[in-house]
């Protein structure tokens, strides 16, 4: 998907996450939409022949795992106890969500790798805009559902 849909998927996911656990929602806005774009950094690995664009190593679970662990572990070493775990969820939600997007696309990802190396692809182009748009509608559908927004709207239920 395009850049700035993986952008709002992992802003969302940061938001929604923030909301449920007191934390401060902007700057989980901000950590989620940087973690949310993060997996297509390996386009300038895939430039420089290193390694392959949506690969294992960028857009899968393995790599949701290792990037949330690589923002768990200096922040509680640091003794940010349960906000070191709130990043870390956000930023596992983001990148996995990535891959999740991705694999809309016709080369789709390795979703479950290490568990499954089946590549999990898709029927269109990363920047068909219909999907992109569907997928910005969902985001902003799950911020009214699960975010205070919906008070502010005045939907109660
Ligand atoms: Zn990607």
Do not use: E
């Amino acid at each position: 998907m395009k850049y700035h849909t993986h952008l709002i998927i992992g802003a969302t996911a940061g938001i929604i996450i923030a909301s449920h656990t007191g934390q401060f929602i902007p700057l989980f806005a901000i950590i989620g939409g940087v973690a949310g774009v993060m997996p297509d950094m390996d386009i300038y690995a895939d430039k420089a022949h290193i390694a392959a664009h949506r690969g294992a190593w960028s857009h899968s679970l393995l790599a949701s795992v290792i990037a949330a662990a690589l923002s768990f572990i200096p922040l509680y070493y640091f003794g940010y106890g349960m906000f070191s775990v709130y990043v870390s969820l956000t930023v596992f939600s983001a990148f996995f969500l990535h891959a999740i997007a991705d694999t809309l696309t016709y080369s789709g990802t390795y979703l479950l790798y290490p568990l499954s190396k089946w590549r999990y692809k898709g029927f269109v182009k990363y920047n068909n805009p219909v999907a992109n748009a569907l997928l910005i509608l969902l985001c902003l559908a799950l911020l009214i559902l699960l975010t205070p927004l919906r008070d502010y709207l005045g939907i109660g239920f």
